[in-house]
Protein backbone atom coordinates (compact mmCIF):
# COMPACT_ATOMS: atom_id res chain seq x y z
CA UNK A 1 0.00 0.00 0.00
CA UNK A 2 1.63 3.14 -1.18
CA UNK A 3 0.83 6.06 1.64
CA UNK A 4 2.79 9.32 2.30
CA UNK A 5 1.20 11.79 5.34
CA UNK A 6 1.84 15.67 5.79
CA UNK A 7 1.86 17.64 9.07
CA UNK A 8 2.97 20.60 9.77
CA UNK A 9 0.68 23.60 7.74
CA UNK A 10 -1.13 26.15 9.61
CA UNK A 11 -1.33 29.57 9.87
CA UNK A 12 0.99 32.21 10.39
CA UNK A 13 2.09 35.97 9.22
CA UNK A 14 4.46 37.20 6.41
CA UNK A 15 7.89 36.65 7.52
CA UNK A 16 7.26 33.94 9.60
CA UNK A 17 8.00 30.18 9.49
CA UNK A 18 6.49 26.53 9.25
CA UNK A 19 8.03 23.40 8.90
CA UNK A 20 6.33 20.85 6.94
CA UNK A 21 7.14 16.99 7.32
CA UNK A 22 6.33 14.05 5.17
CA UNK A 23 6.51 10.17 6.43
CA UNK A 24 6.47 7.31 3.75
CA UNK A 25 4.86 3.85 4.21
CA UNK A 26 5.03 0.91 2.19
CA UNK A 27 6.17 1.38 -1.69
CA UNK A 28 6.04 4.48 -1.51
CA UNK A 29 9.68 4.44 0.20
CA UNK A 30 10.97 2.55 -3.36
CA UNK A 31 10.92 5.76 -5.16
CA UNK A 32 13.67 7.38 -6.04
CA UNK A 33 12.74 11.29 -4.55
CA UNK A 34 10.45 12.68 -2.28
CA UNK A 35 8.77 16.29 -3.79
CA UNK A 36 6.61 19.08 -2.49
CA UNK A 37 3.76 20.46 -4.35
CA UNK A 38 1.91 23.34 -3.72
CA UNK A 39 -2.06 24.21 -5.11
CA UNK A 40 -3.63 27.37 -4.33
CA UNK A 41 -7.33 27.02 -5.21
CA UNK A 42 -8.38 26.51 -8.74
CA UNK A 43 -5.02 26.65 -9.81
CA UNK A 44 -2.84 23.22 -10.86
CA UNK A 45 -0.21 22.31 -8.54
CA UNK A 46 3.19 23.93 -8.50
CA UNK A 47 6.53 22.32 -7.85
CA UNK A 48 8.01 23.56 -5.16
CA UNK A 49 11.01 21.20 -3.85
CA UNK A 50 12.31 17.79 -4.73
CA UNK A 51 14.85 15.71 -2.72
CA UNK A 52 16.44 12.18 -4.03
CA UNK A 53 17.20 9.60 -1.74
CA UNK A 54 20.62 9.06 -1.95
CA UNK A 55 22.54 12.11 -3.14
CA UNK A 56 23.09 15.64 -1.77
CA UNK A 57 21.61 17.30 -4.94
CA UNK A 58 18.19 19.41 -4.29
CA UNK A 59 15.82 20.75 -6.77
CA UNK A 60 13.50 24.31 -6.13
CA UNK A 61 11.14 26.57 -7.84
CA UNK A 62 12.98 29.71 -8.48
CA UNK A 63 10.10 31.44 -6.63
CA UNK A 64 11.26 29.17 -3.39
CA UNK A 65 14.60 29.69 -3.60
CA UNK A 66 16.60 30.76 -0.50
CA UNK A 67 13.10 31.04 1.98
CA UNK A 68 12.71 26.99 1.73
CA UNK A 69 14.90 23.83 2.55
CA UNK A 70 14.16 20.24 1.46
CA UNK A 71 15.85 17.80 3.40
CA UNK A 72 14.99 14.08 3.84
CA UNK A 73 15.76 11.36 6.66
CA UNK A 74 15.77 7.59 5.13
CA UNK A 75 16.55 6.37 8.29
CA UNK A 76 12.83 7.65 9.29
CA UNK A 77 11.71 7.50 5.92
CA UNK A 78 10.97 11.06 5.94
CA UNK A 79 11.14 14.67 3.95
CA UNK A 80 10.79 17.88 5.12
CA UNK A 81 10.12 21.05 3.84
CA UNK A 82 11.21 24.32 6.11
CA UNK A 83 9.67 27.54 4.83
CA UNK A 84 11.31 30.52 6.13
CA UNK A 85 10.62 34.49 5.00
CA UNK A 86 6.78 33.64 4.42
CA UNK A 87 4.97 35.57 1.82
CA UNK A 88 0.67 35.24 1.37
CA UNK A 89 1.63 34.22 -2.34
CA UNK A 90 2.86 31.03 0.05
CA UNK A 91 -1.13 29.98 0.62
CA UNK A 92 -1.81 26.91 -0.75
CA UNK A 93 -2.26 23.10 0.07
CA UNK A 94 0.45 21.62 0.30
CA UNK A 95 1.29 18.52 -1.18
CA UNK A 96 4.01 15.87 -0.60
CA UNK A 97 4.61 12.99 -3.89
CA UNK A 98 6.63 10.15 -4.53
CA UNK A 99 8.93 10.59 -7.73
CA UNK A 100 9.43 7.40 -9.70
CA UNK A 101 10.29 8.04 -13.25
CA UNK A 102 10.44 11.47 -15.26
CA UNK A 103 11.09 15.42 -14.81
CA UNK A 104 11.77 15.65 -11.51
CA UNK A 105 9.91 19.08 -11.33
CA UNK A 106 6.71 17.77 -13.44
CA UNK A 107 3.48 16.56 -11.51
CA UNK A 108 3.08 13.63 -13.71
CA UNK A 109 6.47 11.73 -12.65
CA UNK A 110 5.71 11.43 -9.05
CA UNK A 111 3.10 8.08 -8.57
CA UNK A 112 1.89 9.22 -5.03
CA UNK A 113 0.66 11.85 -3.31
CA UNK A 114 -0.87 12.92 0.52
CA UNK A 115 -3.30 14.19 1.12
CA UNK A 116 -2.34 17.36 2.02
CA UNK A 117 -1.63 20.32 4.75
CA UNK A 118 -2.95 23.85 4.66
CA UNK A 119 -0.28 26.76 4.75
CA UNK A 120 -2.21 29.89 5.32
CA UNK A 121 -0.07 33.47 5.33
CA UNK A 122 -1.65 36.28 6.62
CA UNK A 123 -0.05 39.96 5.36
Known amino acids: QVRLEESGGGLVQAGGSLTLSCVTY????????LGWFRQPPGIEPEFVAA????????YYADSVKGRFTISRDKDKRSAYLQMDNLKPEDTATYYCAAHYIGEMTAPQSFGAWGQGTQVTVTS
Open 51 to 58: VPWTTART
Open 26 to 33: GRAFSSDA
